[in-house]
């Protein structure tokens, strides 16, 4: 069985999940909501908290920017134009390491997303515990390439990917000597509809690829990513504010506090609870059994010397005297003294 290893924590299809609580841009270029937003998924259970890492010139092209000069947003979670929003939200290199340092302070691990080389090198300079690759860039050989020799995980999200796509990207990362790798299933609509989440395709990633399988989680509330748990996913990405009022591209589908509490609290149980493939009984099972379970009863009193019948025969609790399965074998033989009705029969009391 496959594993990365982040800080220390080993990573495996059915482990307990590592919970990565992507803040992306949700600070909105505020980097005291940024702490706040660090501070609250520290205290709902989170192992990670995880940025974006990208700058005007470095993910969007000048078509994009001219095609989206305006937002008209009823619901006011946008303004101005496509490159004012970028130019206010996006993370600049100084407040990577302002904020790494916080997340150190905080004892949870600081990462975040590259969309260039120049990130991936600040990224390493932040001595980030491993690359997490955006769906988009799941065919951006050149992106792969440049990350795949540093020496660290690289978790791949799989969002618009044909599995060839998926299995290329794996490819071209063991080649360039990666050999700790994990994938997300994960669906690139924000929301999107039940039937299109496919929650299948974890143990289906799982056999194809027999990669560390997570999934990255962009519905409503939090009962989506505890499934994939059930079904293995040893990491959970799921996007998170403090608020989902605020402004900004994603706070709406985020987890809120109570959200991401419950996710990281309850996978833990889930995880502990999905145990063995293997059939066992458990030791309080077992104590149990003697009250729980019935045993072969007299029905009325009967003589010494009296051959049972299946009519002389009940079966009541507790399960301390012969088993109702083995009505068979006490059938015709003869009991050695006077039993009372309502007795619970032993061996003892045949011959």
Known sequence: MKK???NGKEIYNFSAPYIIAEIGANHN????????MIDSAVNCG???VKFQSWSPK???AKEEYDRNQKYDDSAKKHFGSLKEMVDKYYLRDEQHFELKEYCRDKNVDFCSTPFSEHEVDLLEKCDVPFFKVASMDINNFQLLNYLADRGKPVILSTGMATLSEIDNAVELLYKKGCSEISLLHCISIYPPAYEDIHLKNIPMLQQ???LPIGFSDHSIGFS?????VALGACIIEKHFTTDKNLPGWDHEISADPFELKVICEESINISRSLGSFVR???KAEQDKKAKFRRSLVIKESLKEGHILSTD???SKRPGTGISPNLMDQVVGRTIIKDLESDTVLKWENLK
């Open 4 to 6: 990365i290893n982040i």
């Open 29 to 36: 270029g505020d980097m005291n909501l940024a702490k706040e």
């Open 46 to 48: 989170a192992h990670a």
């Open 58 to 60: 470095t993910l969007i």
């Open 208 to 210: 194809t690829f027999g």
């Open 224 to 228: 989506i990513p505890l499934a994939s």
């Open 280 to 282: 066992t009984v458990s």
């Open 312 to 314: 002389d025969l009940t």
